[in-house]
Structure formats: C-alpha cells, structure tokens
C-alpha cells in the first residue's frame, strides 16, 4: 500500500540515509526515495532526491545510474533554472557533479574521445558562465590527457593545474594529492609521489576514499624507497579501509600486488577470493577491472611460483566471472594454475580496447610492464603463519571391496550421509549375487545394508528406510542368518520409535541370548550372530549428536547390556562409540581410556579419526590441552587425507582452541586459520571460528588481521540475523583491534554500537563496560569532557542493574568511579574527589586491601592534579602504609618516592623529604623478598633522589 503523504516518506527515507555511510544500503533507500517521487509527480522533490542520487551512485560504484541522474537533472536545470537550481537543498550541486562525469566515460573504452571533449567543453562553458573558478575544469582536462595516453599535453596541464587558484569547487587537498601522487608514480618520480602521500599522512586530509587511496598507490615506492615498516603500515591500514567498499577496487588490487611481492601469497590468495566478484559491481567501470585484473594474475603467479599452482581459488567458478575472465561455464573448481593465463588474456583485451579508443598503445604499454612487477620482490611477511595449503585431494574412492566398506564406514562416522549411501549401494551391487553365508563377501554385503539403514534414518528417508530393514532382514535369512533377522525384524523398527517399551524389548532379548550361550543351544557362530544383532540395535537405539531427556541414562544401561554380550570383535568398535558419548558423565576419566583404547585398535582410518577427535573434545573439557591439541591434529591430517575437509576443519579449529587454552598462541592462530580455510573450501562460514581467531590474534596484537575478520564476521552475524548481543560481542572486539591499528574514531564507533546491542539484549553490565571503555579512550586522547560524558552513562547503567546491592558488579562500578574521577580532574572539577572516596568505601566494604591502596594512590594522583600537593604529599604516605599492609613492599616504595619528591619539588621541604626517602630504602634493603628489576630500579631511584637533596 502506498504512503498516505509520499513526501513525508521520502524525507523519512532521506533522514535514514543520512545516517548512513556510502554504499549498497544507502544506494538502496535513496532509489527507494526517488521511486516515490516519480510516482507523486512532484518535479521539484523527485530533482532533489535525483541530485542526491547522482552523488550515492557515484561513491557506491554505480556509474549506470549517476550517468543518467545526472543527465536527468541537468535537463531539468536547463530547461528551468530558476524552479530547479543547480544548487539542491541537500546541498547537492550540479557544477560540482559535473567534475566527475568526465572521468566516468574516460573509464569504459564504449564512449569516444569525441564524446569525452564535448563533455569537458561544455563543463568549462557552464564554469564560466557560473563565474567560479577554472581549477576545476583543468582538472579534468589533465587527467582527460593521462588517461587518453597524452602524456606530454597531460604535464603541461599539471604544471598549470599546480598554478590554479583554489575554490569552492576545487577538489579536496586529499584527493588533489593522491591524483597528482598517481601521475608521479606512473612517470617513475617517486620521490615526487611519496612527498605528496606524506603530506596527505601527515597533516591528516582524508575524504570519501582517502587516505586509502593514496596509502595503496605509494606502497611499491615505499619498498623501493626502503621504507618497509611504513610500507606494511600504510597496507594494513589501506586494505582496512577499501576492503568493504567495491568502488575501492583499484586501492583493493594496489594491496594485492604488495602481498604478492612481499611474500605474503596466502593473504594475497585470500584477498583474490574475498574480492573476485567485484569484477561485475559496475558495468561501466572498466578501467577499474583493468587495475584488478593484472594484481589477480600478478597474485596467482607468485602463488604458482612457490609450487602451490594447485591451489583452489574460490569463487573463480561463479558463472556470472566465465565472460570477464574467459573460462567455460561450469567448468570449476579453477586452480591458480588453470586459470591465470586467462586472467592475462582479459586484461589484454580490455587494454586493447582502450587502445583503440584512444588511438594510441599506452594502456597497453603500461600493461606489459606490470608483467614485470614480480621480478621485484621483498621479504615482508604480515601474518605469522607460512601459506595454507588445501587439503591433498582424496585418492580416487578405490575399487577392492574391503577398502571401499572401510571408507564408507568413516563417511558413517562423520556423518557424510549422501556419500555414505552412494558407497554402500555400490558395496551392494558388487555383491548383488552373493547367496551363502560362507561367501567372503557377506560380511561387506552385510555391513553395506547396516550403513544405508543409517545414512537413511540420518537424512530422514523413514520410507525408505523401512524398506532398506526389510530388505536386510530378508537377505539375512536368504543366507541362513534366521536367529539374527528374527532378533532384529522383532527389535529394530521398535527402537526407532524412541519409545520406553524399545529398552524393555531389548533387555529381554539379551536375557535370551544369554540364556542360549548358558544352554549351549546354538552353535558358536550363531551366538556371535545373535550377539552381533542385539550389539547392532543398541547402537541404532543411540546415534551420535542424539539428545532426550535421560539420554546418559539410557547410553549406560545399553553399555552394560553390550557388556553382558560378552563382546566379540565385531561389536568392540560399537562400545567405544556409545562410550565418548557420555559428554557429561562424572568420570571424565573413564570415557578418556575408552577412547584411547579405540584408538589403539585396527580400525579404518575415518574410525580412528573420529575418535582421535572425541579424545580431543573431552581432554579439552578436563583442561589437559596439550595432549587436546595433539589428538585433534591427528584428527586433522586424517580426516584431510580422506577428502573429509568439513570433519578436518572442525578437528583444526579443536587443536587451535585448545593449543589458545594452553597459551600457545602462535600454534593457534596458524590451526584456525587451516581450519577457516577449510572451510571456505566448503563454501562454509564459521563466525564463531573466525571471532576465536580474532581475540587470539589481538592477544599477539596483530590488530589489523583481526580487524579484517572482525569485519567478516559482522557481516555474517548480521546476515544470519544474530542476537544483538552476540552481534555486540563481535562489535566489542572490533573496538579493540580498531584502538590497535590508530583508528580511535572506529573504536568509538563500534563500542557505540555494541552498547545499543547489549542493551537490546537486556546485558547493562557488558553495556556499561562499552561506555568505560569509549570513556577510558577519550580520557587518553586528552579529551576528559567527553570521557566523562561516557563514564557518566556507564555508571547510569551500573546503577540500573544495581550494583549498590549486587556484590558481583562492585569490581565494574570501582572501575568506572575511578576513571570518571580522572577525567573529572582533568576537567578541574573538584567532585572528583567524591568519585574516588566512593570507590574506596566499595573496596573497603569488600574488604579488597590491595585495590583499597591502589585507589588510595590515584586519589592522590588526581589531588595533585587538581592542584594541592600538600594534601597529595599526605595521600601519597597513606597509600605507603597501605601497600605495605597489602604485602605490595615495592607499590609502597613507589608511593613513598612520589610523597618524598612532592615535598622536595612542589612544597620545598627537603628535611622531609630526605627523611621519608631513608625510610623507604631502609624497607627496601631489608625485603627478604628475592630482588626483582622493579624492585632494584626503585631503589637506584630513591638513591639518587637522596643524593640531588645533598
């Protein structure tokens, strides 16, 4: 149903828009808008909402569509300039929209030079007639001649563009730099380009897509100058900044060529793969396909060179990519091997294409010479970890029939259902004519029935499966299994049905068995038959990942009845299974020696694996993470020889967590990078992985990776349409990384956001803690009014969730009171003081006596802040005698040096101060304590303290 005022719609959408930074969503609310106002038939409010498309569409990539809003909007103009000004109420103006329209025909070789020049002499005439400067125009007429390959007309222009005066419709100094850093660049002046990025660094210019821009398009100079740290510097916080924004394609591809010449192939990998499709995100941006074409070869070659050509590049295969990258349809998986030539081979044509256009060969001159780049090569490595290989592809699935049941047996264990059921029906039409039980390939057939019926009751085939326990029962007794069918045809659906009368059933059965073992009325092969059919029903009745109410129960009552059995082989591997599914028994150690055991034995590899894992899972829960990690790294390299590469991933990501748990940090993050490769192998995304990947790596303070999968994870949290309060512990996180890699603004942003989620989420306390820490932030970037703002909301919250009478929330409301207290002294207010006393009389009620002095010593810092260095002289001693009394000797000593210097500095009362001074180095040569650096430092301090008061 339409609006009932369209207007307040589309203002509302506006509003909304507004809020938001350039890109998809934005683009989408505004056409939304525009839509609205075309159907209102109001041409003064659908001319403002086209102006401001013009603008959404030029930063969101969308050329199409800034093309003709704009073309539509300079109709309007022209026919009526007064009723549609070319400035709009938004702010929105028409000469500065003209600036780009130039440069966006320049970048598909399907418009003219001719329609090109008619464009820029129409934008000089509008210029003029407007009365405003010609900078602008020039502009565009030099970067017209560069791009054209006018190189010589282009250096006149920018010898004259340097000598323009600057405007209002100038471009920003950022952009104007790195524009003119790029010409320098391609010309061979990097001591030109690099003082111009220097300049855009340090005085902090920044725009729509600076200083990204800039810090991508210098990072080769910056290797040849030498400067490596800048280099990697300027990379990770470039890449940060383009990775989300497609229109930053060209910046993408800058950093993907300074990971292929820095020795970073997996990252360079990984960023082809995150990045492939933007290849289609504008149509009519092919200058920009043409920047990231060359870097996806340039990375695949340094990939292929390090012998790892057989890499599988993600998302290559997309059909959407055949006709930009001329490969066949469907004809992936691609490997980096198979498929750069026809990278280069796309990049060729658009290059010739531009020739063409252009009359002349200088794209493709400049093409020729990027063929060369990866004979400069640096060692520069970001991440810690060497390249991530993909699993080794499994053997092709063999033809004898032992191997065959074996493999299919493990895809069971795994729960590879499908491939389970495609392996035992060919077990069985290789067994199709067996007809006596002494046939060696009975027990193949035999097993074969048992892994469909399960592949099937797993994928909720009931029919089907009816029918697969049908057809077993009558095989068995076509062979002369009738004791084991009659057992199973009278137990096995029962079971099924999870009801309480299946046990029962079961019970009796054993009790019959039993019964016949003690008479001797069966044959010894036929009790191994009636032992191996109730074995089987057992482990039918409770299938991994299984859940019911009194399911622990239930797994040991059936053990004991597997035990009463007196088990054969063949029901040895069944004990073990239902034993490591006891997750939550008390005898931790029971299921361990279990699972060691059935590892032990001669099993198919897919068995052994899995229980390789169980053992990592419960070693995991009783803290021994050593031996977690080295079980599940087995695990791992199994599962991966086997083909399994979902069941290796989530055995990698088992090792990395327990190897984190364990403070192998290193050895961790490379584990969970394996697995999220794995992963994505599988077209899998794992958040919780990639979030445990994060914390890890800000825990080594590698800031910036763990920003970009901080990132990823958001984005897969909010698409999956997570908790807010799990959407907030991601945004937490990001906080951090964003304060790791300089990007306070990011961090406030993200801690904002996160509150708001933790509130959703009725969490106050982990809302308060977002507060504190934007406070603590602003604190340290000496901006103590606004730190006090957000410590006064965090201890609102505080105060919500009641901590005057909740014990647990005393720690949190102590924290706040005393950072608060801090930026209040920065801020020269005396309440201050009120904010640390009340911290104190928490810590004294909680009986807390080392937090006690140390809140004793920052309120005797913020007094001397505040401007009374006898009252901070007297707070300083007390903070002495609390220490001491807390068993902290050197604390004490510190604060006793702080009171000593106060009273020689700031009140001039050296006696005192030589006296408090002796004191204090009498306590601390008399420590029975052994010497610590901390402690021998102090004392050199004190002495020479002592010896500036002789």
């Keep these: 149903m339409p609006p009932d005022d369209p207007e307040v719609e589309i203002r509302r ?55 003709s809003s704009f073309a539509w909007c300079l109709a309007k103009h022209d026919s009526d300039p007064d009723r549609f000004a070319a400035k709009a109420n938004d702010g929105s103006d028409l000469l500065w929209q003209y600036k780009w329209m130039p440069e966006a025909l320049l970048r598909s ?113 910056k290797l040849r100058a030498n400067r490596l740290d800048d280099a990697k510097a300027s990379h990770l916080r470039s890449y940060q900044l383009a990775r989300l924004d497609p229109d930053s394609i060209a910046t993408v591809a800058d950093n993907l060529i300074f990971c292929a010449v820095t020795g970073n192939h997996a990252r360079a990998l990984a960023i082809v793969e995150r990045h492939l ?68 081979a796309s990049a060729e044509r658009l290059a010739t294409a531009f020739d063409e256009r252009n009359g002349n060969d200088y794209v493709s001159q400049l093409l020729a010479k990027s063929h060369l780049i990866l004979e400069e090569t640096y060692n520069l490595p970001i991440q810690s970890n060497a390249f991530t290989t993909s699993p080794p592809p499994p053997a092709e699935e ?66 089907r499966m009816e029918n697969a326990v049908t057809a077993r029962i009558a095989d068995m007794r076509r062979v002369g299994y009738r004791e084991r069918a009659d057992i199973e045809e009278y137990l096995f659906l029962s079971l099924y049905t999870g009801d309480d009368g299946g046990l029962e059933r079961l019970q009796a059965a054993v009790s019959a068995v039993n019964d016949a073992i003690s008479a001797g009325a069966s044959p010894a092969e036929g009790l191994r038959d009636l032992q191996s059919a109730a074995a089987f029903c057992v482990c039918c009745s409770v299938m991994p990942g299984d859940d019911f109410p009194g399911r622990d129960q239930r797994v040991k009552e059936l053990l004991a009845l597997i035990e009463a059995l007196n088990p054969a082989d063949s029901i040895i591997f069944m004990r073990a299974r239902l034993s490591g599914q006891l997750w939550f028994g008390s005898d931790m150690s029971e299921i361990v020696e279990t699972l060691t055991w059935a590892v032990s034995l001669d099993l198919p590899l897919g068995f052994k694996a899995w229980y ?50 364990a403070g192998r940090f290193d050895e961790a ?32 303070d590698q800031y910036a990776e763990a920003a970009e999968l901080l990132v990823d994870v958001l984005e897969m949290e909010r698409a999956r349409r997570a908790a807010p309060e799990t959407i907030a512990e991601v945004l937490d996180w990001l906080g951090t990384a964003r304060v790791g890699v300089d990007d306070p603004g990011g961090a406030l942003r993200a801690w904002s956001e996160a509150c708001d989620g933790f509130l959703a989420g009725q969490d106050l306390r982990s809302a308060a803690n977002m507060r504190g820490q934007a ?57 201050a003081i009120i904010d640390i006393d009340t911290a104190l009389q928490i810590a004294a009620l909680d009986k807390l006596a080392w937090r006690w002095a140390d809140l004793l010593d920052s309120k005797a810092h913020i007094v001397m802040r505040l401007g009374n260095p006898a009252r901070a002289t007297t707070e300083f001693l007390r903070t002495a005698d609390a220490y001491r009394a807390a068993g902290d000797h050197v604390a004490a000593g510190f604060a006793g040096l702080s009171a000593a210097r106060m009273l020689a500095r700031r009140l001039d009362r050296p006696d005192e101060a030589r006296a408090v001074l002796n004191t204090t180095l009498h306590d601390m040569e008399n420590l029975t304590d052994e010497p610590s650096q901390e402690s021998e430092e102090l004392i050199e301090a004190i002495k020479a303290s002592l010896a500036s008061l002789r």
Excluded at 436 to 461: C, F, G, N, Q, T
Excluded at 622 to 649: K, N, P, R, W
Excluded at 676 to 689: K, T, Y
Excluded at 817 to 823: C, T
């Design 398 to 463: 063999p033809e004898d029939l032992d191997e065959l049941l074996g493999l299919a047996e493990s895809c069971e264990m795994v729960q590879l259902h499908a491939r389970q059921l495609n392996l035992a029906n060919r077990i069985m039409a290789m067994t199709h004519d067996v007809d006596d039980r002494s046939d060696p390939r009975w027990p193949a057939r035999l097993k074969a029935h048992e892994l469909i019926i399960v592949a099937l009751e797993s994928m909720e085939y009931w029919d």
């Design 775 to 831: 406070g603590d932030l602003l604190r340290r970037l000496s901006a103590p009014y606004e730190a006090v703002r957000e410590f006064d909301g965090a201890l609102a919250l505080l105060e919500q969730a009641g901590w005057r009478q909740n014990p647990n929330l005393h720690r949190d409301a102590m924290a706040a009171l005393e950072e608060r207290a801090f930026a209040r002294a920065s801020c020269e207010d005396e309440d």
């Design 277 to 344: 499709h933007w290849l289609t995100h504008d149509t009519l941006n092919d200058a920009s396909r043409l920047a990231f074409l060359p870097a996806i070869a340039l990375a695949l070659e340094s990939v292929i060179q390090i012998g790892h050509g057989d890499q599988i590049v993600r998302g290559a295969d997309r059909p959407e990519l055949a006709p930009l990258l001329g490969l066949p349809v469907n004809g992936g998986p691609w490997t980096a091997s198979g498929m750069v030539e026809n990278v280069w």
């Design 13 to 67: 959408l506006l509003d909304q828009a507004e809020s938001m930074p350039y890109g998809p969503d934005e683009l989408a609310l505004i056409r939304q808008a525009a839509a609205l106002a075309d159907e209102s038939d109001d041409e003064d409010l659908a001319y403002e909402v086209q102006m401001r498309l013009t603008t959404s569409a030029g930063f969101a990539g969308d050329t199409d569509t800034m093309l």
């Design 109 to 221: 070789p399907a418009f003219s030079l001719k329609q090109i020049e008619a464009l820029i002499k129409d934008m000089r005439k509008r210029y003029r007639q407007a009365g405003v400067g010609m900078g602008p125009v020039i502009s565009v007429q030099w970067q017209y001649a560069w791009r054209s390959g006018q190189v010589d007309r282009a250096k006149e222009l920018r010898a004259k563009l340097e000598t323009a005066a600057r405007d209002d419709y100038s471009d920003c100094e950022a952009c104007s730099r790195s524009r003119a850093a790029a010409f320098a660049l391609e010309l061979g002046e990097d001591d030109r380009a690099l003082a111009l990025v220097d300049e855009i660094t340090a005085k902090g210019l920044s725009c729509a897509s600076e200083p990204e821009h800039a810090l991508g398009l210098s990072l080769r100079a």
């Design 669 to 700: 993050v490379s584990r969970l990078r394996y697995a999220m490769r794995l992963d994505e192998l599988e077209g899998e995304q794992n958040p919780s992985s990639r979030l445990y990947l994060a914390k890890l790596l800000c825990r080594l």
């Design 612 to 661: 390789l894992q169980q053992l990592a899972n419960v070693r995991g829960r009783i803290e021994e993470y050593d031996q977690a990690a080295a079980a599940a790294d087995e695990a791992t390299q199994i599962f991966a020889s086997l083909g399994f590469i979902g069941a290796s991933a989530g055995a990698a990501e088992t090792a990395g967590r327990a190897l984190g748990s």
